[in-house]
């Protein structure tokens, strides 16, 4: 056990291959349980860069709501979507859907936007048969760990995002923009230094640069900070992808992720970047009830894959514009 005078009174249990785990006695109501301790909280989750609140008995999606509410300054709505979520109030959503047996690795919520998430709030109501561990990485530790090389390119060049909107893989027009307007949707991409071409079918293809490393807005640190293996042709499994390609072509994949300067990336370096995640993962079961809090910007997330129903609950909040999130020459000399 360990305490700091950041958070006192509350004792985290930190553990190496586990996420800084809190444990409470079940305060009842847990809002004003939430309301109380917020600061004491969020310091905990500045100093572990992650944080598991177990004890709360959170059971309902209102109750959750709540919580949320009384940690944060408010939740963000969801924009450039890359999986449907169901939405249970203002900020409020289910994981995103994916099929159970497939994992999501590690990622940063939303790295490829403008204004990306400063923190991602988690709720288990129900808690899988197996698997199904929401598991995070210091994203500090992780871009130590990377070939020099290798994150100087990236930390030079940034990453390509390329998506292809259907209605039948992954989120549609209106569940990531808001909207299905094609006006509507070409402002927001213009706004938001996305490249867009409606191609002869209708559907919309579109391209994002963005950083690979950012500097964190707090602590100043240099974070590895993007999902370009989770969104990278090669993380999937080898079925699903030729499957995608055969469909859809090589072009038109749902989404793909490349090097700044628009190379294509090799499976080899998209397994060297999940297997080295994999070298600083830390995971906990998660039990009904559970409240995981994560610093999206210090910190990666993935799901593992589950059997049996889950339910978590998502929110978004402390919206943040990185001063480096598209990467200059000027950037990647900070």
């Not at 910007?297 to 993935?302: G, Q």
């Not at 799901?303 to 990185?322: F, K, N, S």
């Amino acid at each position: 056990m360990s305490s700091s005078p950041l958070a006192a009174p509350l004792d985290v249990e930190l553990k190496p291959d586990r996420p800084p785990i809190l444990h409470v006695d079940s305060p009842g109501d847990a809002a004003s349980w939430a309301a109380q301790y917020r600061e004491a909280v969020r310091a905990r989750v500045t100093e572990h860069g992650a944080l598991l609140v177990r004890g709360l008995g959170l059971r309902d999606t209102d109750q959750v709501g709540a919580v949320f509410a009384a940690l944060t300054g408010g939740l963000m709505t969801e924009r450039e979507a890359f999986a449907p979520r169901e939405a249970y109030g203002p900020g409020l959503y289910s994981s995103s859907a994916w099929p159970a047996n497939q994992p999501m690795c590690m990622h940063h919520e939303l790295s490829y936007t403008v204004e990306v998430p400063g923190l991602m709030l988690f709720a288990c109501l129900t808690a899988p048969a197996e698997g199904g561990a929401t598991a995070v990485a210091d994203a500090e530790e992780m871009l130590q760990a990377l070939p020099t090389t290798l994150s100087e390119r990236f930390e030079h060049e940034g990453w390509l995002l390329t998506r292809s909107y259907n209605d039948e893989i992954g989120a549609s027009l209106a569940e990531s923009f808001g909207t299905d307007d094609p006006a509507a949707v070409e402002r927001y991409c213009r706004a938001h230094a996305i490249d867009f071409a409606w191609q002869p079918d209708g559907s919309l293809r579109t391209r994002q640069r963005r950083s690979a490393v950012v500097r964190h807005p707090v602590t100043g640190r240099r974070c590895w900070f993007n999902q370009i293996a989770f969104l990278n042709e090669w993380t999937l499994a080898p079925e699903v992808r030729e499957y995608l390609v055969d469909v859809y072509g090589d072009e038109g994949l749902p989404f793909n992720t490349r090097f700044g300067d628009d190379t294509p990336i090799d499976e080899d370096v998209v397994q060297l970047l999940n297997s080295t995640y994999e070298e600083h993962t830390r995971r906990e079961p998660w039990q009904a009830g559970d409240l995981m809090l994560v610093d999206n910007i210090r910190t990666a997330h993935s799901r593992e894959p589950y059997g049996g129903e889950r339910q978590v609950l998502v929110g978004m909040a402390e919206p943040c514009r990185l001063t480096d999130c598209v990467p200059t020459p000027e950037a990647s000399r900070r």
